[in-house]
């Protein structure tokens, strides 16, 4: 009955984090954009560029409502999955492949600001202690130091989310420093009454260029308000990157998921809109118009050079603020490997791309191939750039507006085509008639797409290289997809990919869980309720659980477990919390499952009701198998679970236990205990004195002439 060999399956995908580091990877992209989206904006649109920056960041948080919402439906969610069950398959590629050259370009365009941030400190240091002006190229710096932070981060997501997360956890607690510090010193610069006013975003203040109005005639365009403040913002919307990499960490946030996310959107939105839009104000008003036309590439840089105060204390600040810029746009470059690998995976999970391509690390079990290609993609983009920072900044938009658009109108249309309960939805919801009008959502898709076509309209290099990539991609996946449904690969779509490790025996150790964890027996993808149950009931930080497949095929691993655990880490990655899974053989189920839970100190036990058996019955059964352990046997409980929700579970103690008893043989006993110690034992005797006598009296006549008139009673009792 021992098993011989058993597998152990593991999947990336039951790696959880808290929301804290959740928070951390986004802002590594979103709160890195307060760097360069500045004096990007400023160039296209003016000094005005600050108002139009709060405006996108305040939008920003209507934006994360519609991208929790649609988590709240699909915990692999983001852009695909939403755009795919709303506005079908065709319609997801199309969104997805402009949602890939957003991330293809975020690594990019963070890369390369960090290196024009460092290039220029080093220039200017050069310049200050060693009278040397230039001392390197600006934009050749920073394609270098861009290529080496892609490579470096493509080892880390290699590794896996938990060494990626705990890197960007800490670059925000460092960044947190810096902005503390700059908005203290910059108020303090301002109080000095060193400083300029903003100009408001009026007609007569916003300075449109002929490249920032692209295809629109500037003659008509600046002579209307509504149409000049529509082009403002949609220069200003690479403030507001980043949302969707919030739907693809929402995988790994921990329970409990949905409150953890709403944590996590809140914390984004405040430290992206004090971060970003402070920091454009303060250029404006504290860097001279001369000057600062110098740093647009710089902007934060610049700031701190032109703050109150000693000149060594400035240029030590400096170099503060460009090694955290390195930091934090570095984390992005790492932010957009994560969320694109995100992508691709949901992608893959719908056979559209081949399942080559999801296949683990067989060392670390992450998605490695299509970690290198995105990564591919990123340095072809940082060679291609040489180091423009505004050309990437330009392109970059296209991806992240209409991903935006896509999702925001996918989750509408969801709204009416599903109407399943909802977690969370976003607010302003009318009831007209008994029919919900959701206007909240409704004016946001309306003004996503406003956006959408004014950018179109205004970037020619977003909407030329935008429509290229993105018809290049949506025709990789449409045929890549065909291609896959003739070799017949259809088959385990939508199966997770699992890294699997043969072992000549299971123990706590090797499996590494701790003594005292829960087994879950698991065998029909269809019947988990019993584990839906241990999921939410059990604190995974004091308690492991293990799901474990009793398996009577010659295969260790076959596509019968390729699907039941994927309904297993489904159920998990939905309440955020981890699983073991391993698959055991025996002939034997009940045999296979009790030695199992002893080899890994399990003290409990849980099934699901049988259709054949009932539950005293499955009780037995498993029973019989706990005392064909060699001693010493573990004390083991086993939980049965039944199917319907409503109902209680059942326990049944393995071994030795104290047995419950009915009330009326608790009061028999009592009048026994009453009886005997007035016939001579007085205080002495003790309930369990009396229970002893008559279990032993029991064992005694159980081998005497008395024993058939005892079993009849045992019968009778037992029919009651």
Request: hydrophobic share 50%.
């Amino acid at each position: 009955m021992t098993p011989n060999r058993v597998v152990i399956a593991s999947t990336i995908a039951l790696s959880f984090i808290s929301f804290w580091r959740a928070a951390a990877i986004v802002l590594s992209d979103l709160a890195s954009s307060a760097y360069y989206v500045g004096g990007i904006t400023e160039k296209a649109i003016g000094k005005s560029a600050p108002w139009f920056i709060l405006a996108i960041m305040l939008f920003s948080y209507a934006v994360r409502a519609v991208y929790i919402e649609g988590c709240a439906m699909y915990v692999r969610g983001g852009v695909y999955r939403v755009v795919h069950e709303a506005l079908g398959s065709r319609m997801a590629k199309l969104a997805v492949s402009a949602l890939m050259f957003d991330y293809v370009l975020t690594g990019p365009i963070s890369g390369v600001s960090a290196g024009l941030y460092l290039a220029g400190l080093i220039n200017e240091t050069a310049e200050h202690f060693f009278h040397q002006q230039h001392l390197i190229n600006d934009a050749g710096f920073a394609v270098v130091f861009a290529l080496v932070v892609t490579v470096y981060f493509w080892r880390k997501n290699i590794i896996g989310i938990h060494e990626s997360s705990h890197k960007a956890l800490r670059i925000m607690q460092i960044t947190t420093l810096m902005v503390v510090i700059l908005i203290a010193w910059c108020l303090y610069t301002i109080f000095h009454g060193h400083f300029q006013a903003v100009p408001m975003p009026v007609l007569g203040n916003i300075k449109l260029s002929e490249e920032s109005l692209g295809w629109l005639p500037g003659s008509w365009v600046q002579m209307i308000p509504a149409v000049a403040i529509l082009v403002g913002l949609g220069h200003s919307l690479l403030a507001m990157s980043g949302e969707e990499s919030l739907a693809q960490v929402n995988r790994e946030i921990a329970h409990p998921k949905l409150k953890n996310l709403e944590r996590a959107g809140l914390v984004i939105f405040i430290y992206s809109l004090v971060f970003t839009s402070l920091v454009s104000f303060f250029a404006v008003m504290i860097i001279p118009d001369t000057d600062r036309k110098l740093f647009l590439d710089n902007l934060i840089g610049g700031l701190a050079m032109h703050l109150d105060g000693p000149m060594p204390l400035r240029l030590l600040f400096h170099a503060f603020v460009v090694f955290v810029g390195a930091l934090i746009l570095s984390g992005a470059v790492n932010t957009a490997i994560i969320g694109s690998n995100g992508v691709l995976n949901r992608v893959a999970e719908d056979n559209v791309l081949p399942n080559w391509f999801r296949s683990p690390h067989k060392k670390f079990g992450t998605t490695h191939r299509l970690v290198n290609m995105i990564v591919g993609l990123q340095i072809v983009t940082i060679i291609l750039s040489r180091g423009d920072v505004y050309l990437l900044g330009e392109a970059y938009a296209f991806g992240v507006v209409w991903s935006f658009a896509f999702n925001a109108t996918s989750v509408l249309v969801l709204r009416f085509k599903d109407k399943r309960p909802r977690e969370w939805k976003v607010p302003l919801n009318l009831q007209v008639g008994g029919v919900e009008i959701p206007v909240g959502l409704g004016l946001i898709a309306l003004s996503l797409f406003t956006l959408a076509i004014t950018n179109v309209l205004t970037k020619k290099i977003a909407t030329v290289s935008g429509v290229i990539f993105t018809l290049a991609f949506f025709i990789l996946f449409t045929v890549s997809e065909k291609l896959n449904r003739r070799r017949a690969l259809a088959a385990n779509a939508g199966h997770e990919q699992f890294r699997l490790d043969d072992s000549e025996g299971v123990s706590a150790e090797i499996l590494d869980v701790r003594p005292g964890n829960v087994l879950v027996a698991v065998r029909n993808p269809n019947r988990l309720n019993h584990l839906h149950r241990v999921l939410q009931k059990t604190d995974i930080r004091k308690i492991d659980i293990v799901a474990v497949s009793i398996s009577d095929e010659e295969a260790p691993f076959t596509a019968r477990e390729s699907e039941l655990f994927t309904k297993v880490v489904t159920l998990a990655e939905k309440e955020g919390k981890s699983v073991k899974l391993l698959t055991v053989p025996g002939d034997d189920p009940n045999g296979a499952l009790v030695e199992t839970a002893a080899r890994l100190q399990s003290s409990r036990i849980v099934i699901g009701t049988s259709p054949k058996l009932t539950t005293a019955q499955q009780g037995h059964a498993i029973g019989i198998q706990w005392e064909r352990l060699p001693e010493p046997r573990p004390a083991i409980s086993l939980e049965v679970v039944p199917d319907d929700p409503a109902e209680r579970p059942s326990f049944v103690n393995l071994g030795p236990h104290p047995p419950r008893l009915w009330p009326e043989d608790i009061e028999l006993l009592h009048e026994l205990w009453r009886d005997l110690s007035a016939s001579g034992p007085g205080h002495r005797l003790r309930h369990r004195d009396v229970v002893g006598v008559a279990l032993r009296r029991l064992k005694a006549e159980l081998n005497s002439k008395e024993r058939d008139e005892i079993l009849k009673d045992i019968s009778r009792s037992t029919d009651l």
